[in-house]
T-cell receptor, first 113, second 109 residues
Framework: DAGVTQSPTHLIKTRGQQVTLRCSPISGHKSVSWYQQVLGQGPQFIFQYYEKEERGRGNFPDRFSARQFPNYSSELNVNALLLGDSALYLC????????????FGPGTRLTVL | RKEVEQDPGPFNVPEGATVAFNCTYSNSASQSFFWYRQDCRKEPKLLMSVYSSGNEDGRFTAQLNRASQYISLLIRDSKLSDSATYLCVVNQAGTALIFGKGTTLSVSS
């Protein structure tokens, strides 16, 4: 079975640009979460979606938005990029909202110049 | 106070050593607890869930003390392949995973 997949793997943008990151969850998983990991830190929660509805949001500005599609895949959008948005963006899936484990994709490494 | 705190290390140990990592969390309403392992420039991977009764998986033992809000991970007979960053993770409200900064382990021959 395929795990969580993310695209692209790497991305270079300049300040002020916009970026869209994509994630496909494990087959059968209906919940997708997004995390940002800057160098030297643990991942930080950005969003969770379940059945196409936002179920949680972390402490990130409105420049960050996301959505989930009927096939449970998800996109994370970041507008007006700042240098500080450079990070590894991780997508995680689980089969329901709750306290069960989340499984991570390989991430998208975003560099903002 | 940070929500999840870990000693960042690094812990440098020889092969065969026993090493213990500790973690504290601030929210007493936290419901589930995990240890994830992260290799350099890779995604975190679930190592094990942590239960109040304690649980063991081969050379790895995890313990949870809810009264002290304390989580531990013990690795016995360390292997070179155990070198990685170990992330202490707490689940709050069934939504977000809250990660510590991670503890770096380096096992040498």
């Amino acid at each position: 079975d395929a795990g969580v997949t993310q695209s692209p793997t790497h991305l270079i943008k300049t300040r002020g640009q916009q970026v869209t990151l994509r994630c496909s969850p494990i087959s059968g998983h209906k919940s997708v979460s997004w995390y940002q990991q800057v160098l030297g830190q643990g991942p930080q929660f950005i969003f969770q979606y379940y059945e196409k509805e936002e179920r949680g949001r972390g402490n990130f500005p409105d420049r960050f938005s996301a959505r989930q599609f009927p096939n449970y895949s998800s996109e994370l959008n970041v507008n007006a990029l700042l240098l500080g948005d450079s990070a590894l963006y991780l997508c995680a899936s689980r089969n329901q909202v709750g306290y069960n484990e989340q499984f991570f994709g390989p991430g998208t490494r975003l560099t903002v110049l | 106070r940070k929500e999840v705190e870990q000693d960042p290390g690094p812990f440098n140990v020889p092969e065969g050593a026993t090493v213990a990592f500790n973690c504290t969390y601030s929210n007493s309403a936290s419901q589930s607890f995990f240890w994830y392992r992260q290799d350099c420039r890779k995604e975190p991977k679930l190592l094990m869930s942590v239960y109040s009764s304690g649980n063991e998986d081969g050379r790895f033992t995890a313990q949870l003390n809810r009264a002290s809000q304390y989580i531990s991970l013990l690795i016995r007979d360390s292997k070179l392949s155990d070198s990685a960053t170990y992330l202490c993770v707490v689940n709050q409200a069934g939504t977000a995973l809250i990660f510590g900064k991670g503890t770096t382990l380096s096992v040498s021959s």
